[in-house]
């Protein structure tokens, strides 16, 4: 039984549960909506006319789950189904309305009926439900033309927008959010009230912030999300750094090219070529550094020294307060530190040590900087864009023929540490770290290859240089 076949049992037996109890019961949301789509369907929400907490208890008692999650606070319940079941989630919750203070995101909650609760919600597209009891099973109750909308391709909030987002202004992101994946279309009241409500994001905590920012990223053509971001006035309250992108400037007839329309355009190109999040999220922080390096040099015009390895040190800030994990800021800096290297040996005179230490440096992580490197390839001049692409594919044949020669994707020290100590009667310092990376100097600059025996002659013939320039370089002689 697939996912979706097993949706649609549970909810005719939730259903069943709810004609034995006499209650109203409604699937709700993202549910209705996905299927209307015809996409994929993850889990499902139940709604109830009622107490949805003592409703969950009923079919956690049928279904003999004894695990039931109980959010007291927010009056809803989550039943687990347990890997047998895909790790199935179902939200249970009492048809509800709600309102809030201006300075606060908690709401005062009240019990409703099924109008007043699907009114609440964020979008006509998400504002929908469809009955699940057996005289009314499959009907959708459709108050705001949602239908209608999804047909239309528009996102608009079922009430006045500056009540829906002055509600909840997380939902701007979740309006951006739903045009990014379902390349959808704002409402444009809807998308004048993100406009106006955008200063209200800052009481959201950054994490939800984070939450949406990412699954933009993630969306088949996420530049427009980020544009809308941008158009709204969302993205320099939330990531001022991105804006800081955007513009071009002119001097002595030099101009440069706008940076954030740039980074859009890599980021697509990304999304187009991997679903991994680390890496497009590489791309949209590549050049990061660029407003901070950038200079205006006489004769020459436009240039930003360095600004892959300050844009790679500005990844771990903006990343921490953004509430992102630390290896996946890891991850994203060595890309951005490592981006221009590839590009920057398209010269046939390049030597293999080279390509080595770019493999050497970049590790397993080798095809993804390559990958970053080929998105990053946006020129709108076909001349152009045809000469850099031959210039990637031949630092890519380079790179390929030297991995498959020298194995360095993965590089060990072909001698331990220990056996250095052993070998030289060596305790455990700073000597016995720099004769590895003697080896490792020597393998890359291929005066040895990638293995033991060799290593080894090579300690062994050098054995007094090595020593005396490893206890010069430690004493500073």
């Not at 993205?235 to 980074?263: R, S, W």
């Amino acid at each position: 039984m697939t996912r979706e076949e097993l949706i649609k049992e549970l909810i005719k037996k939730i259903g069943g549960i709810a004609d034995e109890n006499v209650i109203d019961a409604y699937v709700v949301g993202g549910y209705v909506r996905d299927t209307i789509l015809g996409r994929t369907v993850k889990d499902f929400d139940v709604m109830v006319v009622g107490d949805g907490v003592a409703f969950a208890e009923k079919v956690a008692k049928a279904f003999r789950i004894q695990t039931l999650v109980i959010y007291s606070n927010f009056g809803t319940a989550m039943l687990p189904m347990g890997p047998e079941n895909f790790d199935l989630k179902i939200e249970f919750v009492g048809a509800r309305s709600e309102s809030y203070h201006q300075d606060s995101r908690k709401p005062v909650v009240q019990a409703a009926d099924l109008q007043s609760d699907l009114s609440r919600r964020d979008f006509t597209i998400n504002a929908l439900a469809m009955s699940i009891t057996q005289a009314s099973f499959g009907q959708i109750i459709d108050l705001f033309n949602g239908r209608d909308d999804i047909t239309k391709k528009i996102i608009r909030t079922p009430l006045d927008p500056d009540t829906t987002f002055s509600d909840d202004p997380l939902r701007m992101m979740r309006a951006v959010r739903f045009a990014s994946q379902l390349l959808f279309t704002i409402d444009p009241a809807t998308l004048d009230g993100i406009a106006r409500n955008a200063e209200r994001i800052a009481i959201i905590s950054q994490e939800r912030i984070t939450d949406e920012l990412i699954k933009i990223i993630d969306s088949p053509k996420p530049s427009a999300g980020m544009n809308i971001l941008n158009d709204t006035g969302l993205l320099k309250i939330i990531f001022p750094e991105l804006t800081a992108l955007a513009g071009v400037e002119q001097q002595q007839g030099y101009l440069h090219k706008d940076v954030f329309k740039h980074t859009l355009k890599v980021l697509d190109n990304m999304a187009e070529m991997s679903e991994d999040t680390r890496l497009r999220f590489a791309a949209l922080m590549h050049d990061i550094g660029k407003p901070r390096t950038k200079r205006f040099v006489d004769g020459a015009g436009w240039t930003f020294h360095g600004h892959e390895d300050v844009g790679s040190r500005m990844v771990k800030g903006i990343g921490r307060k953004m509430k992102l994990p630390t290896d996946f800021l890891n991850y994203v800096s060595k890309m951005v530190r490592l981006h221009m290297r590839p590009i920057q040996l398209v010269d046939e005179e390049v030597t293999d040590s080279a390509i080595r230490r770019l493999i050497f440096d970049s590790g397993q992580d080798v095809d993804a900087l390559l990958t970053l490197c080929r998105a990053d390839i946006t020129s709108g001049n076909k001349e152009r864009a045809k000469r850099h692409l031959e210039n990637f594919e031949r630092v890519l044949q380079r790179v390929r023929e030297v991995e498959e020669k020298d194995r360095l994707r993965a590089f060990q020290p072909p001698i331990k540490g220990e056996e250095i100590m052993a070998l030289f009667g060596l305790k455990p310092g700073k000597t016995v770290g720099r004769l590895k990376k003697m080896i490792e100097e020597a393998v890359l600059d291929g005066v040895i290859p990638n293995e033991y025996d060799a290593a080894y002659d090579y300690l062994m013939k050098n054995k007094n240089k090595i020593l005396s320039e490893a206890e010069t370089s430690l004493h500073g002689k």
